[in-house]
């Protein structure tokens, strides 16, 4: 799970923003239904760090059992926060993101911007 989890911070980190509004939406809807499957990740790995508790509790005392209980809920629940500001971050960045294109693709609309390259916004750079 912490591979998956450093690998998408690594990807939002990287990728590259859309330039029109269409692109842009889809990002970030693609985003939003990412995070309901990695939750359920997450939920899977604290329920099995769960078992696992029960497991060593039934096999060693008490006093190491609860040790070793706070231990997995203290790691699991912070992978979970890590990995929920990376993603509130990068969804952050792609609502800029969009803000910019609507913003461009507006101009655009009521013939006030020109643009030499098709009319396309050009936001990579300017919100990283």
């Known amino acids: 799970m ?3 989890i450093e690998d998408t911070e690594k990807e939002y980190n990287k990728s590259e923003l859309p330039t029109e509004v269409v692109q842009a939406q889809l990002q970030l809807k693609e985003h939003e239904s990412n995070k309901a499957k990695m ?3 997450i939920d899977f790995s604290h329920e099995e760090g769960e078992q696992i508790v029960v497991r060593v509790r039934q096999q060693d005392s008490e006093a190491i059992a ?3 209980v706070q231990k997995v809920l203290q790691l699991t629940e912070s992978r979970r926060r890590g990995w929920e500001r990376a993603w509130d971050d990068h969804k952050n960045k792609l609502e800029q993101n969009l803000q910019i294109c609507q913003f461009y693709f507006d101009l655009r609309q009521v013939g006030v911007a020109t643009f030499t390259s098709g009319g ?3 936001t990579n750079g300017l919100l990283s």
């Open 66 to 68: 609860k040790d070793e």
């Open 120 to 122: 396309t916004c050009f």
């Open 2 to 4: 912490d591979k998956l």
């Open 39 to 41: 939750e359920k990740l």
